[in-house]
Structures are given as structure tokens and as C-alpha cells.
């Protein structure tokens, strides 16, 4: 099993930009999670999937990120327009959940993918 | 609201035992743990549920005192490969949602 994978692992970009952070869950996994990770702010929750379908976003930031999952094998992280602020590494996890208990189970991280806003 | 994570930073010598401790201001209906080294994703150790249930690695002990909004991960007989930071990750109710702890760094020496 190649496990969660994120693309880009680098990624440069100009403040004002937007920016497609994607993901490809373990294969059989129906939940999927997008965190943030900074010095100031740690470890956050921005939005997390159950079968395809946005559980709760509340977690975003601003009306500058979306995320969407169009398939069971791939989701994506956007920001439009980005803002150096923005800067931070970026993790999607997957996992697979019984009874719609979403934390109930183990989640599996990707390598992250580290954003710089300049 | 963030769970406060005790202590900050810890060092080890290889063979000693530690406690990490996870405290939050609200009622909590699960907590995890996850270890996570320099560059790294964060890797699952321990789910504690409400009630008493524990899923997690063989070598890796955990308790969750509903009560007190408190959980500990113990550590025994440390090894190298244990350093790296450690986070709790809790799951709540409402607004609440899922906020992840302040973080536990520890070091483990040779």
C-alpha cells in the first residue's frame, strides 16, 4: 500500500496566487482530513470528508480555502488568493471509519506538502 | 481552549520511563495520541475512548480520565526511536469538535 499521497511536497508561490494543495487517500478509506501545521498555531483541523461528502469545515480559516472531493481517491486544497500568512505545511490524512464515529479510529497522515507564501 | 500538553520538553536517557500528560478545559468523548519527528507527518500511537476502550500500539500505554478532561501516555524503558514530539489530539462535543494539544517534545539519549 503506497499510503496517503500529497503533491506538491514543495511549494513556492507568490501572495496572490492561488494555490491546489491535492491529496490521494489509502485506497478503501472513506474519511479524509486536511490539517494545517504552523510554529504559532500548531496543529489545526481545517475540514474533514465522509464519503465524499464536507462533514465539517469550520476549521477553515477564511473564505480564501475551499476543499473538495469529487471522488473517493482524491481531494483537493485550495486558496485563492493566497497571502503570506498562509504559509505552513499542509497534511491530508485518511481513515477508515465504521458508524459514521469519524475520531474513532486511527487516521493515516501523507508526508505533507510545505507551502511558502512570499 | 487549546489542551494544554505537560511538560513542554522532556530528556531521557535510553532505558528511563516518562509521562506525558494532556489536560483540556472541556468534556472530552475521545483522545489521541500521535508522535511526530522533525520533517515528519504526525504517526497515530493510541485512541482512547469515552468509557474506557483503548486501540493503540502494544508498546505504548495510555489512561483517560473522563472526569478530570486529562490523559496520559506512558513511556517505559525509552528508546532512541522514541523522540520526536508528541501531540494529543481530543475530540469533544458542540463547537468543540477536534483540537489537537500543545505539543511535548522529548529527547531520548544514548
Known amino acids: 500500500d503506497a499510503g496517503v499521497i500529497q503533491s506538491p511536497r514543495h511549494e513556492v508561490t507568490e501572495m496572490g496566487q492561488e494555490v491546489t494543495l491535492r491529496c490521494k487517500p489509502i485506497s478503501g478509506h472513506n474519511s479524509l482530513f486536511w490539517y494545517r501545521q504552523t510554529m504559532m498555531r500548531g496543529l489545526e483541523l481545517l475540514i474533514y470528508f465522509n464519503n465524499n461528502v464536507p462533514i465539517d469545515d469550520s476549521g477553515m480559516p477564511e473564505d480564501r480555502f475551499s476543499a473538495k472531493m469529487p471522488n473517493a481517491s482524491f481531494s483537493t486544497l485550495k486558496i485563492q488568493p493566497s497571502e503570506p500568512r498562509d504559509s505552513a505545511v499542509y497534511f491530508c490524512a485518511s481513515s477508515l471509519v465504521n458508524r459514521g464515529q469519524i475520531f474513532n479510529t486511527e487516521a493515516f497522515f501523507g508526508q505533507g506538502t510545505r507551502l511558502t507564501v512570499v | 481552549q487549546q489542551p494544554v500538553q505537560s511538560p513542554q520538553a522532556v530528556i531521557l536517557r535510553e532505558g528511563e520511563d516518562a509521562v506525558i500528560n494532556c489536560s483540556s478545559s472541556?468534556?472530552?468523548?475521545?483522545v489521541h495520541w500521535y508522535r511526530q519527528k522533525h520533517g515528519e507527518a504526525p504517526v497515530f500511537l493510541m485512541i482512547?475512548?469515552?468509557?474506557?476502550e483503548q486501540k493503540g500500539h502494544e508498546k505504548i500505554s495510555a489512561s483517560f480520565n473522563e472526569k478530570k478532561q486529562q490523559s496520559s501516555l506512558y513511556l517505559t524503558a525509552s528508546q532512541l526511536s522514541y523522540s520526536g514530539t508528541y501531540f494529543c489530539?481530543?475530540?469533544?462535543?458542540?463547537?468543540?469538535?477536534?483540537?489537537f494539544g500543545t505539543g511535548t517534545r522529548l529527547k531520548v539519549l544514548a
Open positions: 482512547l475512548l469515552k468509557g474506557g
Open positions: 489530539g481530543t475530540e469533544g462535543s458542540g463547537t468543540y469538535k477536534y483540537i
Open positions: 472541556k468534556a472530552l468523548y475521545s
